[in-house]
């Protein structure tokens, strides 16, 4: 059977997918604290910055001139009254598509659709961060924002980086990065767990990609091991390297 141009460039599209899915990371949201680390423990109306970097690998490697994300906060969508989030975005950058990773908070009042999943997109929590240049880093990696989170109350709480709950492309229901390849601007999922996925709005069409990437604990239950493993540089670098973003 002959395919039509439309259909061949379906089947290529999804084929295209498909490989990139299989290859290795393209890149990562790296969630950590000062101590480069990701985890830390918090005490009642203690305040601390979390940074949020693009870590550098892959398709990524030569830099990147936007990143799409939103944040997981919690285990469920249910409200974590515990904890406040006041983000910062570093200089440079231009902040579109919501107000927000950390924002708006989470409640259990999201709708739910005929399979019974909750739909993220009326909460609208998410942001679209653009450079002006491509960013190549400093040391493999990228400062998109510093949040500064307060305790008010809570006890554990999990953070992990995952696709925006609006989307700018419903193909990729992931934390992405924009490469450096104008006019053409090729997306590419962050994390190194990418897999072919529905895709939510043509859920009987060509699939999506889906992936999540960084996560921080704080006040991890005892004996849990650190989500993520330190980094190579000194802290006293990452230091001088949050100095340039202030």
């Known amino acids: 059977m002959r395919l039509s141009f439309a259909a061949r460039c379906t089947c290529a599209a999804v084929a295209l997918l498909w490989a990139r899915a299989a290859a290795a990371a393209d890149g990562a949201i790296r969630l950590q604290f000062d101590s480069d680390a990701c985890q830390t423990a918090m005490t009642l109306g203690e305040s601390r910055d979390l940074h949020v970097y693009v870590v550098l690998d892959g398709a990524t490697r030569d830099g990147f001139t936007g990143v799409e994300y939103s944040m997981k906060i919690g285990a469920d969508n249910d409200a974590d009254p515990g904890w406040t989030f006041l983000e910062r975005f570093a200089p440079g950058t231009t902040v579109s598509l919501g107000t927000g990773s950390f924002v708006p908070p989470d409640h259990n009042r999201l709708p739910i659709d005929s399979n019974g999943n909750l739909m993220r997109q009326y909460r609208g929590r998410g942001v679209n961060v653009a450079f002006s240049e491509c960013q190549t880093g400093h040391h493999g990696m990228v400062l998109i924002e ?23 492309n419903s193909f990729f229901r992931c ?8 006019p053409v601007y090729t997306k590419v999922c962050l994390g190194d767990n990418v897999v072919p996925c529905i895709n939510p709005p043509a859920p009987a069409g060509p699939p ?18 650190a989500p993520c493993v330190p980094t190579a540089v000194q802290a006293s670098t990452w230091s001088s390297v949050k100095g340039l973003y202030r």
């Open 146 to 168: 510093t949040v500064r989170i307060t305790a008010a109350g809570g006890s554990t709480l999990r953070i992990q980086a995952v696709d925006h709950d609006t989307p700018g």
């Open 175 to 182: 934390p992405l990065a924009t490469l450096c390849d104008a």
């Open 208 to 225: 999506a990609l889906c992936s999540t990437s960084g996560t921080a604990v704080i006040n991890p239950a005892p004996g849990v091991s």
